[in-house]
């Protein structure tokens, strides 16, 4: 067994011929049906026996080329997404098999089945892709870069629709901002976009280019009566044509009358707005005059502490040194009587 049977093998998984196969475009997955052919099936599958498993995949193969594709279903193409989903769950099972060290008719089954789902996976794959990635723009010309699994090579796929997308009507009231908005969902996808080009379109079909530039919006602030008109959007290419063309039609409505009524009523919101603050003090201000009375509340009362406590040790010490004296006193008259007998004798 050699590359073709590697070949062989991914047109199953495909469930298309090999040279329709996507999943073969990826460099990882070829490599590693390169390994499964040279490393894994000489010491799983008994030589006598490769003979049958490729003449049953040469049956299969020829099978799968007689199912019928629609256009709608797929084209033979994908993005690069749909094909790195594609090869991830393909390489993924493919390791889960190798890992089991699954022998001879085991692996052969084992095989097989895992081909099977992965060709309905690649199936559920591309015709996902064919009902929401591939040519997304309702309108204009998008730019796609897909895989073409013959060839496994990327191009550039133009998706050429109605390059008009309509008419959008923007009403805006005097003295406020214009905007107008060119962008769609599909530019960020396409290639070869280049600038928005935006134009004041005048009565006699003459145009006047306002904006160029990569930003797909123009804003025109503070507009007037004169801003009312006609207006056209272009997204330019790298081809000639453009790739979309948008048409605007801006109504200018005279100034709104909640603007008309605050206008001459701002110096008297100012003064109830500060009379009401002056009324009402703010949080900020309650909460200062809180703190601070409780503050001075603190203080009053550790003052208080204080004095009692100063109080209380005066009062025991002025106790405790009353006994002390009136001892003093006692000692003083006991030795003073004596003194005056003895002065008596000698006077007798």
Known sequence: MGLHLALLYMALACGLPPAVCCIICDPAVAAALKSLETDYLPGHLGAEHHADVMQRVEHAVEDFKN???SKEAYMGAVDEDTLQQASWSFLKDLKRLTDSDVREELFVKELFWMLHLQKENFAILAERFQNEVYCPNRCGMMLQTLIWCNRCEKEVHTCLKSLDCGDRHVEVHQMEDMILDCHLNWHQASQGLTDY???????????????????????KPLVGPEDAGHYR????????????IIHFHVIVWPKSLD????????????????????KSPKPEDILRTR???????????CILLIAGGATELFRRAKTMAKPKSSSTNIDNEGTAQPKEKASDLEKQ
């Open 259 to 278: 603007e008309e009524q605050q206008s001459p009523n701002i110096t008297s919101e100012l003064l109830d707005s500060s009379s009401e603050t002056l």
């Open 197 to 219: 080009s935006f134009y004041r379109v005048w009565g006699n079909n003459s145009e006047t280019l306002m904006s160029k530039g990569k930003e797909p919006l123009l804003t």
């Open 233 to 244: 959007c272009e997204l330019e290419t790298v081809s000639s044509g453009p790739a979309t």
């Open 67 to 69: 199912l019928e594709f």
């Open 291 to 301: 703190l601070l009375l409780l503050l001075i509340c603190s203080s009053m009362s």
